[in-house]
């Protein structure tokens, strides 16, 4: 039974979750020949102020998104 655990830096919307869970369960059955239900998703979203990289709130960070996700559900979910 594959487990998959995916951490993003701020959030996505129920649909980009949901398409991100049916990527992920396709591609471990065409890969790796996995049965769809055994594949296990975890998706965390770590509030920027709550991650830090290199010294830095990523929330502080220049350049960093304020942007809420993109609702488009084919949309690819960028990391900061």
Excluded: C, H, W
């Amino acid at each position: 039974m594959p487990f998959v655990d995916i951490r993003l830096a701020g959030s996505a919307t129920r649909e980009q979750k949901a398409a991100l869970v049916a990527d992920i369960t396709r591609s471990l059955v065409q890969r790796l020949g996995k049965p769809a239900a055994a594949v296990q998703v975890n998706i965390i979203e770590l509030s920027t102020e709550n991650y830090g990289a290199g010294g830095l709130l990523v929330a502080d960070r220049a350049g960093a998104s304020t942007l809420p996700p993109r609702e488009d559900a084919n949309a690819a979910v960028t990391p900061i």
